[in-house]
């Protein structure tokens, strides 16, 4: 995905033990990139501000939060641990136009975006971000 020299490679176990917020911090940029990546990918022609546009719509915490509902059943046993310690993390703070359950339901979906990163599992990142394409479109 990105050139790994520049970032430290992380094992299973030690992906796992880093704190669920974290995880979903890295989760989060993860996606957008991809998302925005694929936006581009088809507008080439579109505005910075147009692209922004389009991925709101599949990076808001409502659409995580189904696109996580609708995965839910291909998650193995570890990536289900992982959603559910995002989903479950207690966070400073709720955006205003979230939902709460769409929120932690989104929270849950990134973490498990940035575990799967982080311990370079990119076999099984680009099946869920692919999916998660699919499902929204």
Do not use: C, W
Request: aromatic residues 10%; positive net charge.
């Amino acid at each position: 995905m990105l050139n790994n020299l520049l970032f430290k490679q992380f094992t299973k176990d030690e992906a796992r033990m880093l704190n669920p917020l974290q995880l979903a911090l890295i989760g989060d940029v993860v996606y957008e990139l991809f998302i925005r990546n694929y936006i581009l990918s088809d507008n080439v022609g579109l505005s910075a501000h147009k692209i922004h546009i389009k991925a709101i719509q599949y990076v808001k915490a409502k659409a995580q939060s189904n696109i996580i509902r609708l995965l839910e059943d291909d998650l193995n046993e570890e990536e289900h641990y992982i959603y559910k310690r995002g989903r479950n993390a207690k966070s400073a703070t709720v955006p205003k136009n979230a939902d709460v359950r769409d929120y932690r339901n989104a929270t849950g979906f990134e973490a498990l975006i940035g575990y799967l990163y982080l311990s370079n599992n990119e076999e099984r990142l680009n099946y869920i971000l692919i999916k998660a394409i699919k499902i929204n479109v």
